[in-house]
């Protein structure tokens, strides 16, 4: 059986000599998050893989939806979303995904990629183009996200856009990638950076605007845990 540690409704959709795929439903109490998954059968109880909880539709990409023709980006062959989302994408080799989507003038949008956090291998650059397959923005080593991206724009006029997702460093069986699309913020910093075990702090936090609010929280007591959610 499928073991996670929340509680959540596990239906088995399918089983094969190296395949089991399951459906899971968290229960509606579960924080959004990164946690464990293992597989425990009568022989033992497999590696440690991870799966984020999102309150955010999850789309699985369809290929082909990225290529170069002639040196520019293929337009026609993004595929359509809607935001919020994430987006799961599954590749054997180097790959460009592209998404097409609708934003308004004056509207924000952060696209933020989740492999790193999520244990996936990939290493992702985003860019982002306009119809006219102009290129609006880059994103590659994000600050403080190691090895994810983060673009934060604000579309200038009305109409359909385009998400690009590159991969590198793709090897293994974790070689996925997550993108997140929609308006949210996020913390630019955090003060302090820590602090001893079971004491009670108040920590300030910057958000993408440079607004600073403060938070009380407790470090947690438990030896194991290396780290927790404000």
């Known amino acids: 059986g499928l073991v996670v540690p929340f509680a959540a409704e596990m239906r088995q959709e399918s089983a094969g000599p190296e395949t089991l795929v399951y459906s899971i439903t968290p229960a509606p109490n579960t924080p959004m998050g990164v946690y464990p998954v293992r597989v425990w059968t009568s022989e033992g109880i497999s590696n440690l893989r991870l799966l984020l909880v999102t309150d955010v539709p999850v789309l699985v990409a369809k290929e082909p939806n ?63 183009w306009d119809s006219r397959a102009r290129r609006l923005a880059e994103q590659h080593d994000t600050p403080g996200l190691h090895m994810d991206e983060r673009l934060d724009f604000t579309f200038p006029e009305t109409g359909d856009y385009f998400v690009e997702l590159q991969a590198f460093r793709v090897a293994g069986w974790n070689n996925h990638t997550l993108l997140k699309i929609g308006p949210a913020n996020y913390a630019r910093a955090v003060f302090p950076l820590g602090g001893r075990r079971g004491e009670k702090l108040r920590f300030q936090i910057v958000d993408h605007d440079g607004n600073t609010t403060e938070l009380n929280a407790q470090v947690p007591e438990e030896p194991w845990i290396d780290h927790w959610y404000l």
Not at 71 to 91: K, M, N, S, T
Not at 101 to 127: C, D, H, I, K, S
């Open 66 to 128: 990225g290529q170069y023709k002639s040196g520019r980006l293929d337009l026609e062959q993004a595929q359509r979303i809607d935001y919020p989302v994430v987006i799961a994408a599954g590749r054997l080799a180097s790959d460009i995904d592209s998404f097409r989507f609708t934003a308004t003038a004056g509207q924000r949008l952060v696209f933020e990629t989740m492999n790193w956090r999520t244990g996936l291998t990939p290493e992702p650059m985003l860019r982002l």
